[in-house]
């Protein structure tokens, strides 16, 4: 009797999915708890596993919508065969290159496996989603797979099967410079879910918010003096690296503090606070952007923001991110900086009433005790909803995020001033 492979509900007030990717073919013979279908909600990316051994038809094609519960694919647990998973590339069995992996390995394949991958790196590999998870659970590092292959010696085979399958595959490659290829045509593409949520949010934010956007700078120089000091201590102490995002985190914390305005949220005619500090992470992946959250950061070291930041995005790139993890947010951090923003104006993400926006880190001439002088500088942006937040508290609590970067010392004291702290003043 086939078994059913039915989409479940992604989460609450959701109906519809879309098929996002199969991850194995028709009359593939799948093995149970195998992940075979990524589907595409309007809130996230999740993965179907086969719920037992055997056969699998698919029913329902990639990019089709279909209702929650409804049946995808059929497995026949009586079909006999082997695992297999879709490949990148197909080849014939006579033309496949003799030097396989297991033969003639270079001294490089002994190096200890690195803990991170390089997404720069994945980027020069065409890798299966099978496989990049297979890596991922062996703990291997695409750069020194891609550093094996390159130490194989090429042979006859080889350069026979180059010329007749290498031309197809390598044939874009000559007009890498750029993606235009002369021609006049339009294709139209399907939205997903994710986005057409996205930008219903985005168009009611902005109609339905007084969102206001204030600015100021902030010299990094002291922060990325305790980095370049501590950063190989830090990473050997807590096993994570000492990046921006714990600093701009702790300080929003220290802030939204004095400032708990800044932290709530505007409930019909009532404003709700919060006695935490939940702050969203923005972080762009395969899907577009989601904002991950991390939870009683105002509780959190350093160490443990930094780990907790790192645990989400790796999940975010990763496409196994939860609708748990990415709600009940009350602040939301978005950094512009990484792709070379130098400015700019976030939207606030709904219910919270701000965000704050950070952006790249330029040198620049800036006066300090009376004479110019070329510092680090960023541009941070805090967009608000006006209805509940002032600009009093507003450019304040922007203002005590500067002070607590530019005097990373204050973190420790609360916002407070270390000697002054020590005299009780």
């Known amino acids: 009797m086939n078994i059913e492979v039915k989409v479940p509900s992604p989460g609450e007030s959701i109906t519809q999915v879309q098929i996002a990717a199969w991850l194995v073919s028709n009359g593939d013979f799948v093995e149970k708890d195998q992940d075979i279908v990524e589907i595409d909600s309007d809130?996230?990316?999740?993965?179907?596993?086969?719920?037992?051994?055997?056969?699998?038809?698919?029913?329902?094609?990639?990019g089709e919508t279909v209702d929650v519960g409804a049946v995808i694919a059929?497995?026949?647990?009586?079909?006999?065969?082997?695992?297999?998973?879709?490949?990148?590339?197909?080849?014939?069995?006579?033309?496949?290159?003799?030097?396989?992996?297991?033969?003639?390995?270079?001294?490089?394949?002994?190096?200890?496996?690195?803990?991170?991958?390089?997404?720069?790196?994945?980027?020069?590999?065409?890798?299966?989603?099978?496989?990049?998870?297979?890596?991922?659970?062996?703990?291997?590092?695409?750069?020194?797979?891609?550093?094996?292959?390159?130490?194989?010696?090429?042979?006859?085979?080889?350069?026979?099967?180059?010329?007749k399958e290498g031309k197809k595959i390598s044939a874009p490659a000559a007009k890498a410079h750029n993606?235009?290829?002369?021609?006049?045509?339009?294709?139209?593409?399907?939205?997903?879910?994710?986005r057409i949520k996205l930008a219903e949010r985005l168009v009611s934010v902005k109609n339905e918010t007084a969102m206001l956007t204030t600015f100021n700078?902030?010299?990094?120089?002291?922060?990325?003096?305790?980095?370049?000091?501590?950063?190989?201590?830090?990473?050997?102490?807590?096993?994570?690296?000492?990046g921006f995002m714990s600093f701009f985190t702790k300080a929003v914390t220290e802030a939204l503090s004095i400032f708990p305005q800044v932290n709530a949220q505007l409930h019909e005619d009532e404003i709700i606070y919060h006695s935490y500090a939940d702050i969203g992470i923005a972080v762009s992946s395969?899907?577009?952007?989601?904002?991950?959250?991390?939870?009683?950061?105002?509780?959190?070291?350093?160490?443990?923001?930094?780990?907790?930041?790192?645990?989400?995005?790796?999940?975010?790139?990763?496409?196994?991110?939860?609708?748990?993890?990415?709600?009940?947010?009350?602040?939301?951090?978005?950094?512009?900086?990484?792709?070379?923003?130098m400015l700019s104006t976030p939207i606030i993400n709904p219910p919270q009433s701000a965000i704050l926006g950070m952006h790249n880190i330029v040198e620049r001439p800036i006066a300090v005790n009376g004479k110019v002088e070329i510092h680090p500088v960023m541009y941070l942006a805090l967009s608000y909803d006006h209805r509940i937040i002032d600009g009093r508290e507003s450019v304040g609590f922007l203002v005590k995020v500067k002070e607590m970067l530019e005097q990373p010392e204050k973190m420790l004291f609360g916002g407070k001033d270390p000697v002054e702290e020590l005299l009780g003043l």
Request: charged share 35%.
């Open 179 to 194: 993606n235009w290829d002369g021609s006049r045509n339009a294709e139209a593409k399907k939205l997903s879910p994710l």
């Open 43 to 62: 809130k996230a990316t999740l993965s179907i596993a086969a719920e037992a051994d055997g056969k699998i038809s698919i029913q329902i094609e990639e």
């Open 286 to 341: 395969p899907k577009g952007l989601v904002v991950p959250v991390v939870r009683n950061a105002e509780m959190m070291s350093l160490a443990e923001i930094e780990a907790t930041i790192k645990d989400l995005a790796k999940k975010a790139r990763e496409k196994r991110i939860t609708l748990d993890e990415m709600t009940g947010g009350t602040f939301t951090i978005t950094n512009g900086g990484v792709f070379g923003s």
């Open 74 to 163: 059929l497995i026949d647990p009586e079909a006999a065969g082997s695992k297999t998973e879709k490949p990148a590339t197909k080849a014939p069995e006579e033309d496949k290159p003799t030097n396989k992996p297991k033969e003639n390995k270079p001294a490089e394949a002994a190096k200890p496996k690195s803990k991170e991958t390089k997404p720069a790196i994945e980027a020069d590999l065409h890798i299966s989603p099978l496989a990049r998870r297979l890596m991922a659970e062996k703990n291997l590092n695409p750069t020194e797979i891609r550093d094996f292959f390159k130490q194989l010696r090429l042979g006859k085979e080889d350069v026979l099967f180059y010329e």
């Open 217 to 242: 700078e902030v010299n990094m120089g002291p922060v990325m003096a305790i980095r370049k000091k501590y950063k190989q201590k830090f990473m050997e102490t807590h096993d994570v690296s000492l």
